[in-house]
């Protein structure tokens, strides 16, 4: 069954977008991008997840759909291994361009459910997973010490950054 077509209203475009990432250190050179699709050959994230097109968002960016990228999940899914950058013959630098993208989607509330329950498990926990008296008898049997969860140093610290959500 072939996917319906989708149109973007012109007015729907923000073309001050592109400026805008270019402006933000790690997105300079994104103008420069001619889809080539380098990017796209050698992404092992799109090897696995097919619907991840590097080339695509860079294009979407370019043209001015702000919205569309900034809320899409597949932002999240660069892997920073940096064959594209290697590969790109214009130096657009992608996996910077990808955090870039990253960093304003959370500045627009766009931020996936894992990534923002982190703050919550750090504060908790001290890391993102519980340590519990299982996890230390296996780190015993390999002769590393235990692990003490003491998460009040990390709370702390997170209050003084602004992160922790009893602030809020």
């Known amino acids: 069954m072939a996917k319906a ?11 001050e977008f592109k400026f805008e990432v270019s402006r933000r250190s ?5 103008k420069a991008c001619f889809a080539c ?4 050959g050698g992404c092992p994230v799109r090897k696995i ?4 097109h590097p080339r695509k968002i860079i294009h979407m960016v370019l043209l001015g759909m702000k919205d569309k990228v900034l809320s899409s999940p597949l932002i999240w899914l660069c892997s920073t ?4 950058y290697e590969r790109c013959p214009q130096n657009v630098k992608l996996c910077e361009v990808m955090n870039v993208l990253k960093n304003m989607a959370a500045e627009a509330g766009h931020v996936p459910s894992a990534l923002a329950m982190q703050p919550e498990l750090f504060s908790k926990f001290g890391r993102l997973y519980e340590i519990d008296d299982f996890d230390n008898k296996k780190r015993d049997k390999l002769g590393l010490p235990a692990i003490k969860m003491e998460a009040s ?3 702390k610290i997170m209050e003084i950054c602004g992160l922790s959500r009893d602030k809020a």
């Open 153 to 155: 140093d990390v709370a």
């Open 81 to 84: 291994c940096y064959t594209c």
């Open 5 to 15: 077509k989708e149109y973007i209203r012109i007015s729907e475009l923000d073309q």
């Open 37 to 40: 699709g380098a990017c796209d």
């Open 49 to 52: 997840y097919s619907d991840y």
């Open 26 to 30: 790690g997105g300079e050179n994104i």
